[in-house]
Every structure is written in structure tokens, then in C-alpha cells.
């Protein structure tokens, strides 16, 4: 029970990190259009709300295209009483273009992958 919770929590925050990210993509100017990116795994993205993503791999789907395999950390959260919250997520999978909708700014290109991965 506490294992679903706790995935259900994880998921709760990275949509909420992505649906932010998202809005503040589509307050920005319309003469701003979005570059297309080439993501490779050691990149280090931070997103618009402070959350770190690194990518752990990319592989081509016939089905869904390019999906990336992502670390978050950083999870920005606010207190929740006496509850833990998690604030990384070790390994999920998105879409490239979901990618497109929440990393905002590369910070680091070539960073040593955990040996988990």
C-alpha cells in the first residue's frame, strides 16, 4: 500500500512539474518558437520550476518515436505536515515531445550516468 501510494505521489508531482512548465511555455511570447532538440543520454535539464532531468538513455519506438529515459531530482515540493514527500524519481520514461513540454534549459552535457542504469 505504501509502495502505490508513494509510485502515485511520484506521478502526481512530475505531471504537475510538466503541466507547469507547460503553462509558463505558452505565457512566453509567440514570436519565441521552440528549437528542435537532440537529447542524449548525460544531459542534465533544468525545468521551469527548479527540478533537475537527467537523461539516462534515448531509443526509437516505431510505435511512439524517441522516448527518454529520465532521472528527476530536485522535485520542488512544499511542506505536507509530517508526511515525506519524495523529491527524485529514479527512472521514467517519456515521450520526446513530452520532454519538449518540460525541460526549459540545458545545464550539463556529457554527466557521469549511475551505475543503476
Same mark, same amino acid.
Given at each position: +500500500?505504501?509502495?502505490?501510494?508513494?509510485?502515485?505521489?511520484g506521478w502526481?508531482l512530475?505531471?504537475s512539474?510538466i503541466?507547469?512548465g507547460a503553462q509558463?511555455?505558452?505565457?512566453?511570447?509567440?514570436?519565441s518558437s521552440?528549437q528542435?532538440?537532440e537529447?542524449?543520454?548525460?544531459?542534465?535539464?533544468?525545468?521551469?520550476?527548479?527540478a533537475?532531468i537527467?537523461?539516462l538513455?534515448?531509443?526509437?519506438?516505431?510505435k511512439?518515436?524517441?522516448?527518454v529515459?529520465?532521472?528527476?531530482d530536485?522535485?520542488p515540493?512544499?511542506?505536507?505536515?509530517?508526511?515525506d514527500l519524495?523529491?527524485?524519481i529514479?527512472?521514467?520514461a517519456?515521450?520526446?515531445? +513530452? +520532454?519538449?513540454?518540460?525541460?526549459?534549459?540545458?545545464?550539463?552535457?556529457?554527466?557521469d550516468?549511475?551505475?543503476s542504469?
Amino acid at each position: +500500500m505504501i509502495v502505490k501510494i508513494s509510485k502515485l505521489t511520484g506521478w502526481v508531482l512530475l505531471l504537475s512539474i510538466i503541466s507547469a512548465g507547460a503553462q509558463e511555455k505558452a505565457a512566453l511570447p509567440t514570436n519565441s518558437s521552440p528549437q528542435r532538440v537532440e537529447y542524449k543520454s548525460g544531459q542534465v535539464w533544468r525545468t521551469y520550476l527548479g527540478a533537475t532531468i537527467t537523461i539516462l538513455a534515448v531509443e526509437d519506438l516505431s510505435k511512439v518515436g524517441k522516448v527518454v529515459h529520465i532521472r528527476v531530482d530536485n522535485i520542488p515540493v512544499e511542506s505536507c505536515g509530517g508526511v515525506d514527500l519524495t523529491t527524485a524519481i529514479p527512472h521514467i520514461a517519456l515521450t520526446e515531445k +513530452m +520532454m519538449q513540454k518540460s525541460a526549459y534549459a540545458l545545464e550539463k552535457d556529457n554527466v557521469d550516468l549511475p551505475d543503476s542504469y
